[in-house]
């Protein structure tokens, strides 16, 4: 089962590459754009924040805008999916990689280099160009749909059939070890079915799948991957090199500049007249923009550094179910944080 389970992902993949090359045939198409406020392209037209980032809620503005609602769980998979690096954000570097050609580099560099133009921002993209980016990530949904029964079948020997892979054990296998693992177990291939798997599945791009690897195309989805990504990721970087938050820092009436870090430079007096710090969590939570993923990363400086788990405990009112939604963090709640950090 899970053999037919890899060949699926291989036709998956094919299958998102032709739209990938269809669109980069477009001579309209160009993945991204140069004056942050007046141009926008592939990238900008999704990163309405102009922070640098595609977030969760940028991709169901994205798929709304072009008639496909999404469910919580396909929007986070979309994220999942653009998310190239497994760092738990989305840049202009993951995005390219996810939507131009892997398997024609000259229609890629061709793509890359073409000149701008302008489209005014909030604007959709020229009509085919929008067509063939929606398909992409509409061809990226319906593989999610057609392989999510089939992985829920094999889960359980993910392990077991990688060690077959990997003969040699060695902790990962190549593109020779997997076509040996075809042709001991008589399974039809060619060599593009290898190339899409490992296009698929190679994230860090060194020509082996990893055990990570492996299960992250493997085993089921699951929204709090992303999470785990961005948690690793954070504390994987030596902490002199960790930036706050990549998030844009919200809008008020003095300014709407979006900043890479997300600190106040002026600190801000405690409020004696707060309610009760239980009330003030369950107000915290009520709020439409709140998100624990944005609010711990999103930390000032003067408070203690803590992990996600103890900043939940924090946050969060006694049998309060967590949000993982990626959503911008209003100033207000940010003040209503920074008030239960205090106490």
């Given at each position: 089962m899970l053999t037919e389970l890899i060949i699926e992902i291989c036709e998956c993949e094919?299958?998102?590459?032709?739209?990938?090359?269809?669109?980069?045939?477009?001579?309209?198409?160009?993945?991204?754009?140069?004056?942050?406020?007046?141009?926008?392209?592939?990238?900008k037209r999704m990163d309405k924040s102009r922070c640098g980032e595609i977030s969760y809620q940028d991709i169901i503005d994205f798929m709304l805008d072009n008639n496909c609602s999404l469910t919580s769980l396909?929007?986070?998979?979309l994220l999942q999916y653009l998310d190239f690096n497994r760092d738990g954000r989305v840049t202009y570097t993951d995005f390219a990689k996810q939507i131009l050609p892997k398997t024609d580099l000259i229609l890629k560099e061709t793509a890359a280099a073409r000149d701008s133009y302008f489209v005014l921002a909030n604007k959709t993209l020229p009509n085919e160009v929008e067509w063939g980016l929606y398909k992409i990530l509409h061809q990226e949904l319906s593989n999610f749909k057609h392989l999510k029964v089939i992985k829920e079948l094999c889960k359980e020997s993910a392990q077991q059939t990688f060690q077959m892979i990997d003969h040699y054990q060695l902790g990962y296998?190549?593109?020779?070890?997997?076509?040996?693992?075809?042709?001991?177990?008589f399974i039809q291939y060619d060599k593009q079915d290898i190339s899409a798997f490992f296009h698929a599945s190679d994230r860090d791009e060194d020509n082996k799948i990893s055990i990570v690897e492996f299960n992250y195309v493997i085993k089921p989805f699951h929204p709090s991957q992303i999470l785990?990504?961005?948690?690793?990721?954070f504390y994987s970087t030596p902490k002199k090199y960790r930036r706050i938050d990549n998030s844009p820092k919200?809008?008020?009436?003095?300014?709407?500049?979006?900043?890479?870090?997300?600190?106040?430079?002026?600190p801000v007096k405690a409020d004696l007249s707060q309610p009760d710090l239980e009330i003030?969590?369950?107000?915290?939570?009520?709020?439409?923009?709140?998100?624990l993923i944005d609010l711990f990363y999103q930390q000032p400086k003067a408070t203690p550094e803590m992990k996600f788990r103890k900043f939940c405990k924090t946050i969060l009112p006694k049998n309060a179910p967590p949000n993982y939604?990626?959503?911008?963090?209003?100033?207000?709640?940010?003040?209503?944080?920074l008030n239960i950090l205090r106490q």
């Open positions: 094919r299958r998102t590459e032709t739209v990938r090359k269809l669109l980069s045939q477009l001579s309209q198409f160009e993945p991204y754009a140069g004056n942050l406020f007046y141009q926008v392209r592939a990238f396909e929007a986070s998979y296998f190549t593109a020779q070890h997997l076509e040996n693992y075809f042709k001991t177990n785990k990504d961005r948690e690793r990721a919200p809008q008020n009436s003095f300014t709407n500049v979006r900043s890479k870090q997300f600190i106040y430079k002026t003030q969590k369950q107000q915290l939570i009520q709020q439409s923009d709140f998100n939604q990626s959503k911008p963090i209003s100033a207000k709640t940010y003040q209503m944080m």
